[in-house]
């Protein structure tokens, strides 16, 4: 068992644990020194292969593992599955050049936590980083429009959702985790995770990112001020 990195004298916080993937070993390295210096960040290592990165996890139990699409030896959603099977805690976030439609929602539906371009600053993708470390899925740019445009498909008059399970899409939509929304509606966040679970259920999504975005696309959304930013319409390059 890995010993955990010291706690920031500052904030006493563990730092988040990173692990970096990319086909290209040169490039896997790259993005990994990018981040090396972040006080709340310990990257700890970078591989190219699903078989190398499987090794890696489970030596250093990573809080979070960043892929491209295409790794040397599959496809990341066979590296979530697998990390899934080995009972591993971390989030998964897809790093990619990829806008390809297929690309986008096939690693939502496998359960990703993000998905992120290449395309965006590093000083963005490591906020979006923070994000999901706190529980918030991300998904940018072309790529959460790619989402929206797949569940705005859906009938917003067939909601199949109580009022309360609606108040709930709402506000998750708007970026509150489950104990905000817990405080906001007066349960408790055992209820809400509840809400969720159904909601996602009824609506045969896959994740809060999708979730997020369904709520958006018809109009459930709880304010322009919602932390998942669906609305953004240009991607930075």
């Not at 209820?191 to 975005?213: D, F």
Request: charged share 25%; net charge neutral; proline share 6%.
């Amino acid at each position: 068992m890995p010993r955990p990195p010291p706690k920031s004298e500052a904030s006493g916080v563990e730092p988040i644990r990173l692990l970096v993937l990319d086909p290209l070993p040169i490039v896997a390295r790259g993005i990994a020194s990018l981040f090396a210096s972040e006080p709340d960040l310990t990257v700890v290592g970078s591989a190219s292969s699903i078989g190398k990165a499987l090794d890696l996890a489970a030596e250093h139990d990573p809080d979070i593992v960043m892929t491209e699409i295409n790794l040397a030896d599959g496809h990341a959603v066979d590296l979530i599955q697998a990390l899934r099977d080995r009972k591993a805690r971390c989030k998964v976030v897809a790093l990619t050049s990829s806008c390809e439609q297929a690309d986008v929602l096939r690693m939502l539906r496998a359960g990703a936590d993000g998905y992120l371009l290449k395309a965006v600053e590093p000083h963005r993708i490591l906020t979006d980083l923070r994000q999901v470390a706190s529980g918030e899925p991300v998904v940018e740019g072309a790529a959460a429009m790619i989402a929206l445009q797949r569940v705005a498909e859906l009938k917003a008059e067939a909601l199949p959702m109580t009022p309360r399970e609606t108040e709930v899409l709402t506000l998750l939509a708007g970026g509150l985790s489950n104990r905000a929304m817990a405080r906001r509606l007066e349960l408790t966040e055992h209820t809400v995770k509840r809400h969720v679970h159904s909601i996602l259920e009824k609506l045969g999504l896959r994740n809060r990112a999708e979730a997020a975005a369904f709520a958006v696309a018809h109009g459930l959304s709880d304010g322009p001020e919602a932390r998942v930013d669906w609305r953004r319409r240009e991607l930075a390059v």
